[in-house]
């Protein structure tokens, strides 16, 4: 058989026979294989993505949560100062009660204690006169003249009186 130009009909099919079988074992050991291992990994990329898009709206809801509890806090706070500053004030309006109450009771111990003082200074006094009386009358008991003992006497309770 002589064939044109030297082709050899039967080494091109032995030829396209180990193509075939080349291309059948590289798509089964390299092919499958690879396509596998890109697959898995565009997935593995995906439930990445969809885990950190989820991550994100979960950051984006915890800090919304977060906000809301920081102005509920600051609103806390300044209730707390607002009650803090009442209770400081009645306990001040208190204190102030308390201090002129005390103020009153120890003005009132002190007149009670003037107004013994002043009554024992009366019995005192009223003591002195009663011994002065009592020596006037003796002295004027004793002596013959009565105008001379009253002037006595007169003098003698001026000068007490002058003394006080």
Do not use: C
């Amino acid at each position: 058989m002589n064939v044109p130009l030297n082709i050899d009909w039967q080494q091109i099919l032995l030829h396209l026979l180990n193509f075939v079988i080349l291309f059948g074992i590289l798509y089964f050991f390299l092919y499958k294989p690879v396509k596998d291992f890109m697959e898995k990994r565009e997935a593995e990329y995906r439930q990445q993505h969809e885990d950190a898009k989820n991550a994100l709206e979960e950051a984006d809801r915890i800090k919304t949560e977060y906000e809301g509890k920081i102005a509920g806090a600051e609103e806390e706070i300044s209730a707390m100062k607002s009650e803090a500053g009442a209770k400081n004030a009645e306990e001040r309006t208190r204190m102030l009660e308390q201090a002129k109450a005390d103020a009153a009771g120890i003005v009132e111990a002190a007149k009670k204690r003037g107004e013994m003082e002043h009554d024992k200074i009366i019995a005192e006094a009223q003591k002195e006169i009663a011994d002065i009386v009592t020596t006037a009358t003796e002295k004027i008991v004793l002596s013959a003249d009565v105008s001379k003992s009253y002037d006595e006497f007169l003098k003698s309770a001026e000068g007490n009186m002058k003394n006080e």
